[in-house]
C-alpha cells in the first residue's frame, strides 16, 4: 500500500493525515500554529511517530500551504512561504525542510489551489475546464484550475484582494486590508466581520445586517472572477460560508449585478448549482494535499 | 504550399487575410460590418475570388470573431455569435457558414482569444503560462492562455466587464455600458471617452485630464486581472492604446495599487516587460486566426 503525508498548513493551524487515499484517511491530526521551527518538527515529529508506531513508510508528503509562497520551480527559494504578514513566518522553507526529514517527494503548492485540486480530483470539480476554489475565513483566498492544473502564473492567484466597490453611506468600515484597505478580503473576511461588528462572525443572528452586506462584497468578487476567468463552477468554503443563508443571497446578487449579461443556463437558471458548497466538505484541502502527494512520487 | 485564410470579425470592419502563415500574408483586405447576410457574403466571396485568380485552394480557415460567441463544441449553435448588443447580429451563424461554403475545416474563437493565441505564438506572450491581451478600443475585451490553451470555462472571458471603483466627485460620467453602467467598458472604453469629453478620444491632447482618468481605471481592471489569474504578461493592444503616454501612467498606477502585495521583480522593478504593447503590432488578431486555422486543419 503506498502511503501519503498530506499537510494543510494554515496561519491558525496545520492539519496533517496520513492516507492511501482522499477516502482513505488512517490518521489525523491537528496541530495549533506556533513559530515556524517548532510547528514544523512538531508535524514531522507527527509523520516520523506514525512510522514508527505503524511500521509503515510514507511514501511521498503534499502540502497545500498559506503564503505567498514561491511555486517556482527554478527558484533559489521554491518551496517556501514568502512575504507573509504571518509573525516570523516571512522566508520559511517549508517543502525542502519535509523532503529532507522525510527522504520522500514532497509536492507544493497554496493551500487554496491544493483545495481547487482536491475539488477538482474528487469533488464538486471535477471534469472541469475551470474550477475556482473560494475560502472565506479569517482571510479570503482563491484556487484556480484550468485545463486539468493549477494555476501560478506569475506568482498564483490571490483573489481575496480583489477590487470591489464600497457605498461608504451603508458601511462607513475603512477594510482591514494591511496593503488595500477595503479590498474584498478587507471588507468581506472574517477578521472584517468581526472588526465591522465588534462581536465574532459566527456569533451574529442569521438575519443580521451582516449577512446581506457580505453577501453583496462576495458577490462583487464573483462577478470579477466570472468575467475574467469564466470559471464553470465556483466553490465556496471555509468558516464564515457555513452561514449558509449566504448562498441564496449570493447567487441572487451575482445574478443582479450580472444583469442579464452572461445569457447561460448555468447562471441564469442553474445557479445552485454553479455557485455551490465544497463536494468535500471539510475535506477538499487535505483531500488536495494527498493529491499533491500523489503526484510528486508519480512525477 | 498550405493556405489559410483568417478573419478578424469586429463590429466595425472585417480584416481578412490569405496566408501561408504570419510572416507570409498575401493578400489582406477590410470589408466594413454591414448586416451579417451582406457582410459574410463579402467576406466568403474575398476568398472565393482569391482562390479563382491565384488557382490555389485555401485549406483551412480561422475565425477570431466580436462577441459574445458560442464556442460549446458540443453546442447546437456552436461557432454562432449569441447576445450581442451589435444590432442586427444576434443569433448568427459564423463558422459553420466558412465551412459550408468554403468546404475546410475552421477554427473559431473570440476576437480577443485569437489575439491572445497570435500574441502567445508568435509574439509577446511566447511560452509562457498565464498571458492575458486586453484590446481598449469602441469597447474592452480580454483574451486569456493559460498552459498553451484559450480559457473558455463557461462561455469566455469576457474581462471588459469588471468591477472598477469610481470617484464620482472626480468623474461625475455615469458609464456606457448597457449592462453595468460604470463598468471598466463603460467607464473606460473608446466610446466612454467619447461620451465623457463630447470629443472623439484621438483628438484629445497628450496631458489632458482625460488620460490620467483612462489609466486609473485600467490599472484597476489590470490589478482585478492579476489576482484573479496572475498573468506572466499583459499585452495591450487596441486604438486607445496608440496613445503611448497611457503605458507608463498605467504601470505605476497597477504598482501604487497593488502596494507592494505582490512582491516579485516582475511588478516591482521590470513592469516596463510586464504590461506591454503587442508584440505583434496591429497584427495580433490576424496572426492568431492564421493560428486558429492551422490547428483546425491539424485536427
Redesign the interface.
Given at each position: 500500500m503506498v502511503l501519503y503525508g498530506a499537510i494543510e498548513a494554515g496561519g491558525t493551524k496545520f492539519v496533517c493525515a496520513v492516507a492511501s487515499g482522499p477516502d482513505d484517511i488512517l490518521s489525523e491530526v491537528t496541530i495549533a500554529t506556533k513559530g515556524p521551527a517548532e510547528t514544523l518538527k512538531e508535524v514531522v515529529g507527527y509523520f516520523k511517530d506514525y512510522q514508527e508506531k505503524s511500521g509503515e513508510q510514507i511514501n511521498a508528503v503534499g502540502i497545500g500551504c498559506f503564503g505567498?509562497v514561491d511555486l517556482r520551480k527554478e527558484s533559489g527559494t521554491y518551496g517556501y512561504i514568502?512575504?507573509t504578514p504571518k509573525e516570523g513566518w516571512q522566508d520559511t522553507e517549508v517543502a525542502g525542510f519535509f523532503e529532507r526529514e522525510l527522504k520522500v517527494p514532497v509536492g507544493f503548492d497554496t493551500d487554496v489551489n491544493a483545495a481547487a485540486y482536491g475539488e477538482y480530483l474528487w469533488g464538486a470539480g471535477t471534469g472541469l475546464?475551470?474550477v475556482i476554489y473560494l475560502t472565506v475565513g479569517t482571510g479570503i483566498g482563491?484556487g484556480?484550475y484550468?485545463?486539468g492544473?493549477p494555476?501560478?502564473?506569475?506568482?498564483?492567484?490571490?483573489?481575496?484582494?480583489?477590487?470591489?466597490?464600497?457605498d461608504k453611506n451603508k458601511d462607513p468600515f475603512e477594510g482591514c486590508c494591511p496593503?488595500?484597505g477595503g479590498c474584498l478580503e478587507g471588507l468581506a473576511s472574517g477578521r472584517a466581520v468581526d472588526l465591522r461588528w465588534d462581536c465574532h462572525a459566527a456569533e451574529l443572528a442569521e438575519d443580521h445586517a451582516a449577512w446581506e452586506l457580505e453577501a453583496d462584497y462576495l458577490a462583487?468578487g464573483l462577478?470579477?472572477?466570472?468575467?475574467?476567468?469564466?470559471?464553470?463552477r465556483i466553490i465556496l468554503g471555509g468558516g464564515l460560508m457555513h452561514k449558509k443563508q449566504l448562498f441564496p443571497m449570493i447567487r441572487k446578487k451575482v445574478q443582479e449585478?450580472?444583469?442579464?449579461?452572461?445569457?447561460?443556463p448555468?447562471?441564469q437558471e442553474e445557479i445552485d448549482n454553479y455557485i455551490v458548497s465544497p463536494g468535500l466538505g471539510e475535506k477538499s484541502g487535505i483531500c488536495g494535499a494527498i493529491g499533491l502527494a500523489a503526484g510528486a512520487l508519480a512525477e
Open positions: 505567498p514568502t512575504s475546464e475551470v482563491g484556480l484550468v485545463h492544473k494555476v501560478h502564473g506569475l506568482i498564483h492567484p490571490e483573489m481575496g484582494h480583489v477590487i470591489v466597490r464600497q496593503y488595500h462583487q462577478i470579477n472572477y466570472i468575467l475574467t476567468v469564466s470559471p464553470e449585478k450580472l444583469n442579464g449579461y452572461i445569457l447561460i448555468a447562471i
